[in-house]
């Protein structure tokens, strides 16, 4: 009886340490809420890979960025990281920060809140610094979090911090300095994260879910695929039913499909600096559509429909896909 009686309570007891244990993790994703449109509608830009002083086309980007923005009247900015180059921010001093951000995005129509995640080359700076929210007094568009949620009446955001995730910047770093202040002991980060992530997708009751990340899962660009992320993220994106996984990296504009998922997988790295020419066919059965030029992406939102617009620098739409919910994916 007595030996029953222990097991029954140290089950018990288990079971509600596993909760707290949720509880206290899952408190770790900041979860911001961002209004929708008063006509329930919602769009924002995507851009990548982008922070070069206005070279390499930034500055042509921006602008058409701001007139497409301006345009669709767009909530909001998504990055998906690799925002100062070569190597992030020195510090909270950093000239970098307005000459590549402050000076460049200057247009009307871009004057919205930003949500930015990092890439490779920020974690190649002073970390700590381009997240200090003290970047909000010299701008406060400017928002970046390791990872984060942004909910939305029609949609949830789920940004990830996915430089950790991959083993060669810890393995052979090469002459490159990461700042991985705030991110050791990894294997308890990463699987931290994984489980937040896991445990606030499960619990969303979004009509859509978007996950934001700096990495690829599936390119046919220059990195190709991320085989970290293709391991211990995308079976999570999966399970969860995400329809859209947007990332940077690869310095080019692509959708792949998938063929046993519904996620869509939306490149947009073209911020500055592209890879002209370079290309890898892999994936080619699953590619829709692959550029290897700068440009940016434009998604509309509304509670049953999604759109995703690709513009190149002169504002002429790449490619562009639609779905809408209940004929779960149509016309893409
Ligand atoms: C700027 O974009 C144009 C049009 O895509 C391209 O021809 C040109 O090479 C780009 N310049 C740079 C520096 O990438
Ligand atoms: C959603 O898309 C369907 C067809 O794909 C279209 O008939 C409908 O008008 C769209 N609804 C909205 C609100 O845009
Ligand atoms: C998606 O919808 C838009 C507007 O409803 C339309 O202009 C565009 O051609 C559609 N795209 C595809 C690939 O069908």
Known sequence: MVSRFNLSLSFRLGMFCICLCFLSASADLRRLEHRIKADGSLSFLVLGDWGRKGAYNQSQVARQMGSIGERLNVDFIVSTGDNFYD????????????????????????????????????YRGNVEA?????????????????????????????????????????LRPKHHRYDWRGVLPRKEYLSNLLKDLDLALRNSAANWKIVVGHHTIKSVGHHGDTKELVKHLLPILRENDVNLYINGHDHCLQHISSKTSTIQFLTSGGGSKAWKG?????????????YDGQGFIAVQLTRTNASATFYDIYGKVLHNLNLSKGSLYSNA
């Not at 921010?89 to 004057?111: E, H, M, R």
């Open 130 to 170: 381009q997240l200090n929210p003290l970047f909000r007094k010299i701008d406060d568009r400017w928002l970046c979090l390791r990872s984060f949620i942004v909910n939305t009446e029609i949609a949830e955001f789920f940004f990830v911090d996915t430089t950790p995730f991959v083993d060669k910047y810890f």
């Open 87 to 122: 190597d992030g921010l020195k510090g909270i001093n950093d000239p970098t920060f307005q000459n590549s951000f402050t000076k460049v995005y200057t247009a009307k129509g871009l004057q919205k809140q930003w949500y930015n995640v990092l890439g490779n080359h920020d």
């Open 278 to 290: 370079d290309f890898n066919i892999i994936n080619q059965n699953e590619l829709k559509f692959y």
